[in-house]
C-alpha cells in the first residue's frame, strides 16, 4: 500500500506561481514514476507531469516551460513547481505515482496509487 498527501494548493493571481510537494508513504520507495494530474470541473483528468526515478520528466504541452517537475527518492516525495500560471490551470492537482516506468504521455489509469487532490485556483 502506498499513501500520498499533497500539500500547497491554493488561490493565486494569473502570473503568480505555486509549489505542489507529495509525500509518499507505505511502500512509496517502489514507486518507479511518480507525477501529477489535474481535474477542472466538468472535465476529465489530464495528465500534467510525470517523473522516473532517475529524475527524466515529461511533461504535457500546456505546462512545457511553466511547470517543473523534481523528485527527492530519499524523501518518496514530488514536487511540481508552477510558474507564470493561468485561469486555465485551476483544478484539483492529484499526485500519482506507479511501480512501473509510465510515458510518454501517461494516463489515469497507468497509475495505481492517488492522493486526495489539492486546489489550485487562479483568478485573473
Known sequence: QVQLVESGGGLVQAGGSLKLSCAGSGRAFDMNTMGWFRQAPGKEREFVAAISRSGRPQYADSV???????????KNSVYLQMNSLKPEDTAVYYCAADRKQRGPDPITSDFGSWGQGTQITVSS
Do not use: E, M, V
Open 64 to 74: 512545457k516551460g511553466r511547470f517543473t517537475i523534481s523528485r527527492d527518492n530519499a
